[in-house]
């Protein structure tokens, strides 16, 4: 079984930094992507950042040059540091990784239990 494990959300003043981490764990043959979603109440599920096998990384304009995703392979880790966050970033953050799985033979996408981000002053 494998488990995507999102910490670090909390509340934060407008203009303030945080930074999430997401572990995955279990049967895991390799990681193809790993990055983050997030969803505002009455929203849809946006992507926020996506780091690629290979060293690709896209964002979401909303939060390029405030967001910086980081990946590491072996650990089975990434992390979302978050600085200058504005209201609009309130959300639950959800991890999000591509895995595939020992003996499967097809990927699957997988998301964490979700974190919660609240920007409010």
């Known amino acids: 079984q494998v488990q995507l494990v999102e910490s670090g959300g909390g509340l934060v003043q407008p203009g303030g930094s945080l930074r999430l981490s997401c572990v995955a764990s279990g049967n895991i043959f390799s990681i193809q992507q790993m990055g983050w979603y997030r969803q505002a109440p009455g929203k849809e599920r946006e992507l926020v950042a996506m780091a690629f096998n290979g060293g690709n990384i896209n964002y979401a304009a909303s939060v390029r040059d405030r967001f910086t995703i980081s990946r590491d392979i072996a650990r089975k880790t990434a992390h979302l540091q978050m600085s200058s966050l504005k209201p609009e970033d309130t959300a639950v953050y959800y991890c999000?990784?591509?895995?595939?799985?020992?003996?499967?033979?097809?990927?699957?996408?997988?998301y964490g239990q979700g974190t919660q981000v609240t920007v409010s002053s």
């Open positions: 999000n990784a591509v895995i595939f799985e020992r003996g499967r033979g097809l990927p699957r996408s997988m």
